[in-house]
């Protein structure tokens, strides 16, 4: 069976089971996700301040059935009963009664983010769904977006198709894929835009993606260096176009969030420690003192990315939930074990100076990615650059594939891609089983 119709099958049945499975707004910022997709479902595409708050207007009931649950996050002796989910799901939406909620980390987020999601609950809400009902069918929307563009990338890129299988079907990228997150549709257009600039598609669909992506996550901006991996890319000009309104994009849409950003310190005094807010962040003074500093900056920039390697790893293949829910350490090693031999046993034609340009757009990812947490998420001058977190390295795992895989392996091909999709497979059993066991009681 081919990699594109392996994965179309697979990441579909293994998707709709994490997406019933996890418990609602029990994935990283999956209310304050499901608030701003709400609100973009309505029309209102730019967040509302109010009394030194930000977030928006909604109906108060998506508070109400956020906070049946609020009990699980961050609490390893919480649980919940399936019982209470069918039960919520009956919760009236009530769209007329309404209240100021609070989202200041995903206020700020691009529209476009939420495309799948705020379809899928404005559809939803006009055949009279209730909030719960609303959530599940973001989280089902976001998912078949997700398996449309891998789908897409897969089959686009000329090389590499069982490495991009093996990292997609990860048991930690399923669990995201099946939530409400904005990033989802990010990390799909992201591997649909590096399958095309390496094999060289059309000029309009490379500078729409590249627009989309940049908006919504400004540090993926780098992707777009890959245009001249290919011969399509010895037309500069279109080259140097794509680059100049992905950045533009980026900037533009940066600039208004930058405006819009509330800090800890400036938050409403009621309402700030309830907020996915660190004490201490000014983006402002943050600049200045990288700029007075900068040394000092690369310095714990990278000292920070080398400590938080192991615990990154982790993250990347096989966590669920807000907190440090991970597989047992035996299936992290087994599935990047996977990750590893898969790369070693595909060809991959790209030149040495190629694969260098793959590691360099890789490192520019992560330094902007440094300087972005430093500036937004720790306080001015910290010694160290928090928030280092697996999921948001996935925009660029096609392109570090692209400069480590090499076919050592290549007479076992076979054996090693039917031995890795056991491990995949087994792989989600596991994960299933822990998210059982850490969200649900035993007993029905």
């Known amino acids: 069976m081919q990699a594109d119709a392996l994965f179309l099958r697979v990441s579909l049945l293994l998707g709709v089971v994490f997406a019933v499975l996890v418990p609602p707004f029990q994935s990283p910022d999956e209310p304050n996700h499901f608030f701003r997709a709400y609100q973009v479902s ?27 649950f609020s009990s699980l996050k961050m609490n390893y002796n919480a649980r919940t009963n399936p019982r209470l989910i069918w039960e919520s799901l009956s919760i009236p939406l009530n769209a007329q009664q309404r209240d100021f909620l609070d989202f200041p980390n995903t206020a700020i987020y691009a529209p476009t983010a939420y495309l799948p999601q705020s379809t899928a609950i404005a559809l939803s809400r006009m055949a009279g769904a209730s909030p719960l009902q609303m959530l599940y069918a973001a989280r089902l929307s976001n998912l078949l977006l997700w398996i449309l563009l891998v789908w897409t990338a897969i089959r686009a890129m000329p090389f590499l198709k069982s490495t991009m299988l093996v990292l997609a079907l990860l048991p930690a990228s399923i669990v995201v894929a099946a939530s409400a997150n904005a990033d989802v549709t990010t990390n799909g257009m992201s591997w649909c835009l590096v399958a095309w600039l390496v094999r060289g598609v059309r000029f309009p669909a490379a500078l729409a993606a590249t627009v989309v992506i940049c908006a919504n996550k400004l540090i993926a901006w780098p992707l777009v260096l890959l245009y001249w991996f290919r011969s399509w890319g010895k037309r ?48 402002v003074r943050q600049k200045a003192y990288i700029a007075e500093h900068p040394l000092h900056f690369i310095s714990v920039a990278a000292k920070s990315f080398a400590l938080s390697v192991p615990s990154t790893a982790a993250h990347f293949v096989g966590k669920f939930g807000w907190e440090k829910n991970y597989l047992h350490p035996v ?3 087994l599935l990047w074990l996977s990750i590893i031999l898969v790369c070693a046993s595909e060809q991959n034609p790209l030149r040495p100076v190629q694969r260098l340009g793959a590691v360099g757009i890789a490192g520019l990812y992560v330094a902007l990615f440094a300087l972005t947490m430093y500036v937004l998420w720790c306080p001015v001058g910290a010694a160290e650059v928090s928030n280092f977190q697996g999921r948001y390295f996935v925009p660029i795992a096609p392109v570090v594939a692209l400069a480590v895989a090499y076919a050592r392996l290549g007479e076992s091909r076979t054996i090693i891609f039917g031995s890795v999709l056991g491990i995949l497979l087994a792989s989600h059993v596991a994960m299933a089983i822990e998210i059982w066991w850490r969200y649900y009681q035993v007993a029905l």
Do not use: M
Not at 45 to 66: D, M
């Open 331 to 333: 299936w992290i090693v």
């Open 236 to 283: 500069v000009l279109a080259g140097l176009s794509i680059a100049a309104i992905g950045l533009a994009a980026a900037l533009l849409w940066g600039n208004l969030a930058q405006q819009w950003f509330i800090p800890y310190d400036a938050y409403h005094p009621g309402f700030r420690d309830a907020q996915t807010l660190n004490e201490g962040v000014s983006p």
């Open 42 to 68: 309505e029309g209102v595409f730019f967040p509302e301040i109010r009394e030194q708050r930000l977030g928006g207007t909604l109906p108060r009931s998506l508070a109400q059935v956020r906070d049946s």
